[in-house]
């Protein structure tokens, strides 16, 4: 049987554009990952990996203009939004490859022999490694940032991980497009272009996470797909770590004193945040919690004025199309709930945005009102209202893991109720903000893009350089000759690395 066509498909009309690959098949897949692993050892040399990372860089601003005119042919996200995307992805490589060159992502740390403890030290040291080959599942909402050149597949690369990206069906011109750029900077570096393969396929996928040589894997897409490859993960013979983000509702609290300081401001800035990029951020505020009453009124009064005057949007894909309609129609059907702004088909091919409104206390139990706890991935949020503080801690209880917790506050620093409502989203989220919005994801060391399931299925961070630490682990060598050990470890130092020796930085 004839392999099946990919086609790169127009979101505006929905039409094809072109047929740019085939799916892979079982053996297609066999062969990209035995390719990869064959040449894992070219990525030891951590100088080699920060000039291939900061070339990779260099090569896709290059190519900027054909990256972005691809994927705003792909995905309808604009030349602006995409230019800004494109300089992320970029300055992502180039951030990866400084925590390539100073060494501290290895982890360091020497212990030498000391009899005088009980029981005695032995001379051990210890240091992080490479997984192995990693699987690398492209989001369908970022063609680039969380796609192929992305920070899994930079992270993964900059750990001495070879990678195999799975294409998202959505753009997989831009993402031909991106592996070209991205084999040709590693041929550039020095290296096989084989340190990073492309595959294609829904059943790519599942040979892919199952391969024996695949190591370890990284997702971003549905709760669905990511829990049907972290249960697959899972139940290999030889089971590998699957880092997954899957889905978040982001909740946010506006506290009364806030909404009687700057109901207003609140309001336009729930607007602006919920309908960014139609909506299909992974980190738009989903669910809000506001006071019933006079402030609450005036910040709906000024979250409809903003979401009002928000065009008509085109989704990712019409089937995103579709499921966003009918999600809102699900939930604007439940007693109870009311639409100021009612979220729809904005035309054939787009969807126009909105906002649901409900009781909180119809959400403090078990209930048919709980759809509205669940993410509709599209330009609507779910304002809750609420008149006591005991409803908004019930519902809160109720909240599954989430990306990010937002509280809105007082600004004076009066208000009585945050350090509690603080204390009560942290454990919901790996970002909690006050006062700001949740959508736009710096990429800086500090950075926690990762929660609760299922917001995530690990404790790590998908963006800033510390998730460079999903791909690599520890290793201690104990009693080792100098003359056998890395060069990493040896007593010397010869590569100036930082590290502890005898419990100190050195």
């Not at 690369?157 to 799975?166: I, M």
């Amino acid at each position: 049987m004839a392999a099946a066509p990919v086609w790169s498909v127009d979101p505006r009309t929905g039409n094809p554009r072109e047929q740019v690959a085939v799916e892979a098949t079982a053996e297609e897949v066999d062969r990209a990952v035995r390719a990869a692993h064959a040449v894992r050892e070219s990525l030891a040399d951590r100088t080699v990996r920060a000039a291939f990372l900061r070339i990779a860089a260099d090569l896709l601003t290059e190519a900027g203009e054909h990256v972005i005119e691809a994927a705003d042919a792909e995905t309808a996200l604009g030349p602006v939004r995409l230019t800004g995307e494109l300089a992320r992805t970029a300055a992502q490589l180039r951030a990866f490859a400084e925590v390539v060159d100073e060494g501290a992502y290895l982890d360091i740390h020497i212990d030498h022999a000391d009899a005088t403890r009980t029981p005695p030290w032995p001379d051990l040291r210890r240091y992080k490694i490479p997984l192995g080959v990693v699987a690398v599942y492209a989001a369908s909402n970022f063609p680039l940032a969380f796609s192929v050149p992305g920070g899994d597949t930079a992270s993964a690369l900059a750990a001495g991980c070879p990678v195999v990206v799975k294409a998202h069906p959505d753009h997989p011109a831009t993402s031909e497009l991106c592996a070209s750029v991205l084999r040709r900077a590693a041929a550039k570096a020095g290296l096989p272009e084989d340190v990073l393969t492309l595959v294609h396929g829904f059943d790519a996928g599942v040979e892919l996470i199952r391969h024996p040589l695949v190591a370890a894997a990284g997702f971003t897409g549905s709760v669905r797909g990511g829990r049907a490859l972290f249960d697959a993960a899972a139940a290999r013979p030889r089971p590998i770590p699957f880092h997954g983000e899957l889905g978040s509702l982001n909740p946010v609290v506006v506290t009364g004193a806030a909404a009687a300081e700057r109901a207003e401001e609140i309001g336009a800035g729930l607007g602006g945040s919920m309908t960014m990029g139609a909506g299909q951020f992974c980190t738009k505020p989903g669910f809000v919690l506001a006071p019933a009453g006079e402030t609450g009124d005036r910040l709906l009064e000024s979250l409809t004025a903003a979401v009002s005057d928000t065009e008509a949007a085109v989704l990712l894909d019409h089937r995103m199309r579709d499921a966003f309609l009918a999600g809102v129609r699900t939930r604007a059907e439940l007693p109870g709930v009311q639409a100021p702004v009612t979220p729809g088909a904005g035309g054939d091919h787009t969807v126009s945005a909105g906002f649901l409104t409900v009781p909180a206390q119809l959400l403090t139990a078990e209930g048919p009102h709980d759809e509205l706890l669940e993410e509709c991935f599209g330009p609507v949020t779910v304002v809750a209202r609420y008149t006591s503080h005991e409803e908004v801690t019930a519902v809160l209880s109720r909240l599954p893991g989430n990306l990010t917790a937002t509280l809105q506050t007082a600004t004076d620093g009066a208000d009585a109720d945050a350090p509690g409502l603080l204390a009560a989203l942290t454990p919901l989220a790996g970002r909690v903000l006050v006062n700001g919005w949740p959508t736009g994801v710096a990429v800086a060391p500090a950075q926690q893009h990762g929660g609760p399931y299922p917001a995530s299925t690990s404790t790590s961070t998908s963006v800033g350089t510390t998730a460079i630490e999903r791909w690599l682990r520890p290793v201690s060598y104990q009693t080792t000759p100098e003359a056998l050990l890395p060069p990493e470890l040896r007593e010397d130092n010869p590569q100036g690395l930082p590290r502890r020796v005898d419990g100190r930085r050195a």
